[in-house]
């Protein structure tokens, strides 16, 4: 009965896998995974064979190179033989979504949130990406919508005038990886200072998370006073990474 070999990494290229004297071989195919974080320029990810008494029998890399600073997970072939229409998996850069207010940097006013309310945050400032993977919101629709299937990281950051008291911004949304509308550890409000006495302390909440298209966002606050509080600063941030087939399941989690 054959077996597949796997080797678990890192490893520092150039990596070498050995047969023992007992052991035969059929190579039906070879897939790699490259790390090129600290590479000085593009590369080719390389598989070679060699004979017992150190021949070069094959040689086989991709057409196309990988950038300097990408990855690559690579397929060599059945047969070794590069594919015409094979290509190289390189890290792509996220599609990147922004909504923001901001008194600093725009001169937006405060967003008030009356006492003991929750309400939606509001973005005066939007950027959006070009493709129209992500869009909205607008003034009126609370919603981030996602129109293709991704992997995301989500980031919400919050600043409310310097005062102590319970409060948290929030993100919501339909879960695939994370369960949504969770209340992180820093949204307790405890402090409106920070222990050095001048810095202002943010409340934030960070997702990693994937979504199918169609999928939702919203970003809300929730001041826990009995007295009317201003939100002075919020960003919202998204870095989505598109996946074709993407079905919403989570690899290994019980469906």
């Not at 021949?55 to 059945?78: I, M, N, Q």
């Not at 509308?181 to 405890?190: K, L, M, P, T």
């Not at 199918?212 to 919203?218: F, K, M, Y």
């Amino acid at each position: 009965m054959s077996v597949p070999i796997t080797r678990d990494g890192p490893y520092v290229a150039p990596y070498a896998y050995q047969l023992a004297a007992s052991e035969s071989w059929e190579a039906l195919t070879i897939s790699a995974t490259f790390d090129g974080t600290s590479a000085s320029g593009s590369f080719y990810p390389c598989c070679s064979i060699y004979t017992q008494d150190g021949k070069l029998v094959s040689r086989d890399f991709p057409s196309a190179s990988v950038a300097a600073g990408a990855s690559a997970e690579v397929t060599y072939h059945p047969f070794l033989r590069t594919s015409t229409s094979g290509s190289v998996s390189t890290g792509a850069a996220p599609n990147v979504a922004t909504f923001y207010r901001s008194a600093q940097v725009k001169g937006d006013p405060p967003q008030t949130v009356a006492g003991g309310s929750t309400d939606n945050l509001t973005w005066p400032n939007v950027a959006l990406p070009s493709d129209g993977s992500i869009t909205g919101p607008v003034i009126g629709d609370a919603f981030v919508s996602f129109n293709v299937d991704c992997i995301t990281l989500e980031y919400l950051f919050v600043q409310w005038e310097s005062a102590t008291f319970p409060r948290a911004g929030v993100l919501g949304t339909q879960s695939r990886i994370i369960n949504a509308d969770q209340y992180a550890f820093d949204n307790n409000g405890a402090v409106g200072i920070a222990s050095d006495g001048t810095s202002v302390v943010w409340s934030s909440q960070n997702h990693p998370n994937a979504h199918v298209s169609t999928d939702l966002l919203h970003a809300y606050v929730t001041n826990g006073d009995s007295s009317s509080h201003d939100v002075e600063e919020a960003w919202l941030v998204i870095y989505a990474w598109p996946i074709t087939g993407y079905n919403g399941a989570i690899p290994g989690w019980p469906q």
